[in-house]
């Protein structure tokens, strides 16, 4: 059952709707007064996760057992940080772009809540360079909630100084993996760092630092408005820990793309029929990305496999993957990932080759090349999609993209591999009459296409 929500949204679209006139005739920053008045560090921690917001930035990683990661004392005399992700270059995403365009205030105020809850001073907004708009907005908003006094030595009269910086980044996707973003941060190249130490340990500027994504941040004043528990049971996935509203995207093959703002527990036919008004041309669905490119493709026929009795997962075994509420754990068992969860659909008619080769070419431009099995694998992909597509390939090479897809898999510094790979492999395995069919020459370059009417 769709149930939508205007937490964020609801500033969206109105005149002057991200100014601080129109966040507080709404209530804000009711949350953030509260919070630093009333509540000690440790509370907020505790309430912050019963929230269950899982985080948005697509690891799905509950943010308050994050935040309680944080070391309870700053090393002598040293900061800790609080970083937020603004990178959003995943392609087939732009919520967070919406939220800093149309309602600044929520991450100001956001910020706010989290540096008291992780013991954090300072706060930075890391934004891609392109998005002017999203940069003026919030260095606006900052400004305001400095006039006002809600940030500064003494926000709400507390003595717990809080500071915000917008820093924009050069607009490279791996900038928004969370450790080559700390790394920009500081001024260097913005490559992943190996984990151990994880930000909590040594972060930005080798201080604990919690990362975060906007989305995840802009949510938590209405958590802490409502009650996060209260907040929480919004969410068809309460129970599995998956709480409360979250922006859904719905784009690719559909009449209506969009952003909309929901309790979290739609389904994706719900997304792609009622939300976003059915595919183009009234076409049949030929695959779903469920959260952005580097998530796996699912075919409209697949079924949910969750045979363990004992899990609450169970309830969706045997169910096709359009009917699932869209959650953390419910695509994992799909055996995919919600990601940044903003659906992508592929009607009947897109050629599932050139698109394997689109996206590995993004790949293989993004990598940053510190791990030979990205770095070569991800060129590797795209050269031999490339030869297959032009006629020039063989079964045998065409055999042979799994295994180096295969070979990225868990031997790389970071996530991005896996993020090139698992959507490769699915691909191939999905869709492999139609690989078959350019090798064997039945189709050609110029049968491919990726839009449809
Ligand atoms: C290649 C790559 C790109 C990523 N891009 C983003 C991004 O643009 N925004 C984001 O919030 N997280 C991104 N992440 C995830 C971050 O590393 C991190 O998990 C996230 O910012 C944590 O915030 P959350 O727990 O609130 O989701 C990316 C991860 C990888 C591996
Ligand atoms: S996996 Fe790829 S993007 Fe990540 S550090 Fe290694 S080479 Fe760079």
Redesign the pocket.
Known sequence: MIKTCNHLTKHYGKPNGWSLDAYEREGGYKAARRVLTEMTREQVTDEAKKANIR???????P?GV?WSFMPKQAPAGKPMYLAV??????PGTHKDRTIMEENPHSVVEGCIIACYGIGANKAWIYVRDELHLARERLWAAIKEAKQKGYLGANPFGKAYPIDIVVHTGGGT??C???TAMLNSLEGKRGEPRLKPPFPAQAGAFGMPTT????E?IAIVPTAFEMGCDKFSQQSALHDLKDGGCRLYGVNGHVKKPQVIELAVGVTMRELIYDIGGGVTGDREILGVIPGGS?TPVLLPTETIHAPDEKSPLHRFHGVNVLDVPLGVDTMRIAGTMLGTCCVTVMAVGTCPVLAMENLMQFYRHESCGQCTPCREGSAWLKRVVTKILDGESSMEELNELHDIANSIMGNTI???GE?TAMPAMAFLKKYRKDFEKYVRGEKTRKDARLTVT
């Open positions: 985080g948005r930035g697509g690891a799905g990683f943010m994050k992700n603004a990178d959003e270059s995943e996707y791996i928004g993996e969370e990362v975060n994504n906007l995840t580097s970071c996530a991005f993020g």
